[in-house]
């Protein structure tokens, strides 16, 4: 099976395509890491991130939010804004990322990965109640130079249909960074995961990628 993605994807690389959208959380593998954002923000309350933030996971979340304060992304514990945990309903776990009015500012949130990964993707929910341009949230996958090599417009998702909604970005090694950038309203990110590659199927790859190119220049 891993065979065959590979070589799937070796393909696509050919085509002019580099990343290619999922919705299945299922191809992650145990190998896989995972941003739930707890035990940061204290229960109850958000935590603004300013223009940059490590986290555990390797992961960085960054942007120039000095224009405009009220961008900044955010960790918020369930009970914020006064609800209790099942109002806020979060897919996994209490804690997750968000942003107010995302797309106001030009540049959206950056999540910098801390190696180039070759499965990326979370769960996500829009502000439902606007309309649909104000719930709607471009989610991008770019390379180590800022390249964009896929991107997904999602629309209308509610704070019910959450725990279903993963979007997630497959490319053999190259996706760096991934991006939410949006018209309005809220957005709301949980269980980022990410995953590297295998060394045998950079391995494979490259010994598929020549042939691949050959053929198709005949």
């Given amino acids: 099976m891993k065979l065959l993605a590979t070589s799937i994807t070796a393909l696509t690389l050919c085509s002019g395509l580099s990343a290619t959208v999922f919705?299945?959380?299922?191809?992650?593998?145990?190998?896989?890491?995972?941003?739930?954002?707890e035990g940061i923000a204290s229960a109850g309350n958000n935590l603004e991130l300013g223009n940059s933030r490590n986290f555990s996971s390797g992961i960085t979340i960054t942007n120039d939010y000095s224009q405009n304060d009220t961008q900044q992304p955010y960790i918020v514990n369930a009970g914020f804004y006064g609800s209790s945990p099942a109002d806020i309903r979060v897919p996994h776990g209490t804690a997750y990322l968000g942003q107010a009015s995302a797309g106001s500012n030009d540049s959206g949130i950056w999540v910098i990965l801390p190696e180039e990964v070759e499965l990326v993707g979370c769960y996500i929910t829009t502000n439902y109640e606007k309309d649909e341009n104000q719930a709607a949230i471009n989610f991008e996958a770019y390379d180590s130079e800022d390249n964009l090599l896929a991107t997904e417009l999602i629309r209308n998702i509610s704070m019910d249909e959450w725990a279903d909604s993963f979007f997630g970005f497959s490319g053999l090694g190259g996706i760096s960074k991934i991006r939410f950038d949006g018209f309005g309203g809220i957005l709301r990110v949980d269980k980022l995961t990410y995953?590297?590659?295998?060394?045998s199927s950079l391995a494979l790859a490259s010994l598929a990628l020549p042939a691949l190119l050959m053929r198709k220049r005949k």
Avoid: K, L, Q
């Fill in 195 to 199: 995953e590297v590659p295998e060394p």
């Fill in 23 to 37: 919705n299945d959380y299922s191809r992650f593998t145990e190998d896989a890491v995972v941003e739930s954002f």
